[in-house]
């Protein structure tokens, strides 16, 4: 992807709550109802005051559209908003970069691009060749910061109430034939939600 098309991608779209103005560079947060395994998800990690976040994509706008690029399904691919919103039937919330790290978002864009058609990371493990949602923006603001923007933690897997594996990840990562990663860096939608590069600045339909 040439540099060139990054600074193309400071044009703005009206979202349909709270009239907050979408960007280039901000990044949209969901709850969405995936059964068990959002339910374990959302039992380890704490969002933006206390709301559980199970996906987020990062908008990017091209000409009059508004698109999402976003690591889910099969693969890396762009979105448009207008299907990204039907994943969840909550608002979701919208993250914007302090204005001291703006900056960094033509360059993260034009990197998450380039990983269009990487195989979704259905292992959640770090630095594998392949991206689920969260690590895609950790490594793309990475690539453009030349250091790490976001922070990554330990993953858990255990239930905080019984300190055993949850049965859902117990169940599939047995079906993956690999061990489960606890204890592993990893990052997901609650943590970045609550970094403090970016603002919550509202929500959007």
């Known amino acids: ?21 979408l960007k280039s560079g901000d990044l949209l947060f969901q709850s969405m109802n995936c059964g068990p395994l959002c339910e374990a998800i959302n039992e380890v990690t704490s969002g933006y005051q206390g709301h559980d976040f199970s996906h987020l994509g990062l908008v990017y706008i091209k000409n009059d559209s508004i698109l999402v690029i976003e690591a889910a399904g099969s693969s890396v691919k762009i979105t448009p908003y207008e299907t990204f919103k039907t994943y969840t039937a909550e608002k979701m919330f919208v993250g914007r970069l302090k204005r001291k790290y703006r900056a960094l978002i033509p360059e993260a864009i034009a990197f998450a691009l380039q990983q269009i058609g990487v195989p979704y990371d259905e292992e959640y493990v770090y630095n594998n060749r392949k991206y689920y949602c969260s690590e895609l923006l950790y490594d793309a603001f990475l690539h453009a910061n030349k250091k790490p923007l976001f922070d990554l ?15 859902v990840w117990v169940d599939y990562y047995k079906k993956l034939n690999i061990e489960i990663p606890e204890g592993k860096p990893g990052c997901n939608p609650g943590g970045i939600s609550t970094s403090d590069k970016l603002k919550i600045i509202g929500t959007v339909n």
Do not use: D, L
Not at 1 to 21: H, L, P, R, W
């Open 1 to 21: 992807m040439k540099k060139t098309i990054a600074f193309i991608f400071f044009f703005s779209f009206v979202g349909f709550s709270q009239n907050i103005t």
């Open 153 to 167: 933690f330990p993953m858990t897997f255990k239930s905080p109430k019984t300190k055993e594996y949850f049965e």
